[in-house]
């Protein structure tokens, strides 16, 4: 029987927009394929950069096989850049502020409805604001998609407070050392007495025109005025917030972790599906089967994510107190990770020291990675697709936030979901050192192992046939579809 989508006289046709990075466009992808398993057109739209390098890793090989799921393009307004490298954030939130991607979307939408398949509905990243007049423009609703967790669209949500009571931005660079940051805001709706330097990261600007922190206030806010809001979490992970936002915006829909539920698809739909891919980088292999030489529970794997960056300093601190833990690990280590520099060897001599415990990769399918059985603990910087994934797997992490949500995240993770550890990106070799011991000890680690089992166990629930985020899945396809 043809779902409701596909008998419909005209195939309902939604077009999703996903913000220029790495971790918001697999979000974003991955939430296209579940509305195309459900029997929705998809147009999905990618910056001519990106699209690039999805060429570049034969990402869209797949997509003969996947009528109604196609990939368009427009242009980010940036000049040119490294191919192989992470565009400057600061500028691709520029351009966004500035509008420069709204006439090219607006010119795709008149195409796509010129070419027949009229556009019924616009899919947005929370964080491409611009999309809801190009949505006006051709008058059609907009649904965003929060790639982030509650708890961190709740802390930036309430950046235009802390600017209008004269908590940020902060007066000067003495501030980040003088005690401010550990200010409690006890204001919160659903995030109570929690301490300013919790927030994401930009509570830490001294400046007044910060374009990141503007850029924020400014998406932020639209959420109000769309016609629903997709966040990737799922309801018992941040039960008391989701039921504030629930209460403050229209039609909220918790969908996640979104890999358990496209584990949900049957095989004879999900074939096709599984090959379209998501990484901007090549992915390793044969890390995994690296992977199947060592023993269950015994590796940790470690990855700052697609954006943060370390001086030289830091990478050596961490290779060292890796190293000496005498535990066996898995280490991405991203081309650009190091500013300013191109190479990101740690020489001969460290690999010497490893080449029985350490294997260092440039980047690695994670989701295989952290569901391995050998895998037992996850170095993560607490990007919010990290912390999912290594929770849908049962694995405890150490947390060691960058910028943007990962102090957020990180609160949470140690503290309310109790199962992971926070190490200080300047952590010195000895710290290092001991806190993997920590993590991989069986038995002092053996808590935070327990509560990530169960955290596994409420996701899978969730994404099962009769769960929250199963049934939001619907909703939000019913909403679409009529």
């Not at 979000?27 to 999805?54: D, Q």
Request: with cysteine; proline share 5%.
């Amino acid at each position: 029987m043809e779902s409701p989508a596909r008998s419909a006289e005209k195939q309902v046709h939604v077009v999703c927009v996903a913000s220029p990075t790495q971790s918001h466009i697999k979000a974003m992808l991955k939430m296209a394929k579940l509305l195309y398993s459900k029997g929705i057109f998809i147009t999905f739209v990618n910056t001519e950069f990106n699209h690039r390098r999805f060429l570049k890793q034969g990402l869209l090989d797949s997509l003969d096989g996947l009528p109604g799921f196609r990939f368009e393009t427009i242009p980010d307004g940036l000049p040119p850049s490294d191919p192989d490298a992470t565009q400057d954030i600061a500028a691709i939130c520029q351009s966004i502020i500035e509008n420069r991607m709204l006439l090219p979307l607006q010119n795709l939408l008149a195409k796509l409805n010129a070419g027949g398949h009229k556009v019924t509905s616009i899919l947005s990243d929370g964080f491409m604001p611009f999309t809801a007049d190009a949505a006006r423009s051709i008058g059609v609703p907009i649904v965003l998609l929060w790639t982030i967790s509650a708890c961190a669209f709740m802390g930036f949500y309430q950046f235009r407070n802390l600017v209008e009571k004269g908590l940020i931005p902060l007066k000067d660079d003495s501030y980040l050392t003088n005690g401010c940051l550990d200010t409690v805001i006890d204001w919160i709706p659903g995030m109570p007495n929690i301490c300013l330097r919790d927030l994401p990261s930009y509570v830490r600007s001294t400046d007044p025109n910060d374009t990141i922190l503007n850029y924020i206030i400014k998406a932020t806010e639209r959420a109000s005025n769309s016609t629903g809001n997709v966040f990737h979490t799922f309801d018992d992970l941040e039960p008391e917030l989701l039921s504030v936002i629930s209460s403050m915006f229209p039609n909220v829909f918790t969908i996640g972790p979104q890999q358990l539920l496209l584990n949900q698809i049957p095989f004879e739909k999900a074939e096709q599906l599984n090959a379209l891919g998501y990484s901007l980088w090549e992915e390793e292999q044969t890390c995994l089967q690296w992977l199947d030489s060592k023993e269950p529970d015994s590796v940790i794997y470690v990855n700052f994510g697609s954006i943060a960056v370390m001086s030289r300093e830091q990478l050596v601190e961490f290779g060292r107190g890796l190293s000496n833990s005498n535990h066996h690990f898995l280490w991405i280590i991203r081309p650009d990770l190091i500013v300013g520099e191109s190479e990101t060897t740690l020489g001969l001599e460290f690999m010497e020291t490893i080449k029985d415990r350490g294997f260092i990769a440039s980047w690695c399918p994670q989701e295989e990675v952290v569901n391995h059985v050998s895998v037992g603990g996850f170095l993560t910087h607490g990007g919010w697709n990290s912390i999912l994934e290594s929770l849908s797997s049962g694995v405890p992490m150490l947390c060691v936030p960058f910028f943007g949500d990962q102090p957020t995240n990180c609160r949470y993770i140690c503290t309310k979901w109790e199962c992971a550890m926070e190490i200080h990106s300047n952590a010195n070799r000895d710290e290092v050192e001991k806190l993997v011991r920590l993590l991989m000890n069986v038995q002092q680690g053996k808590k935070m192992k327990r509560k990530a089992m169960e955290w596994k166990k409420m996701a899978e629930k969730a994404c099962g046939p009769q769960g929250s985020s199963s049934l939001n899945l619907d909703k939000l396809v019913f909403l679409l579809t009529n």
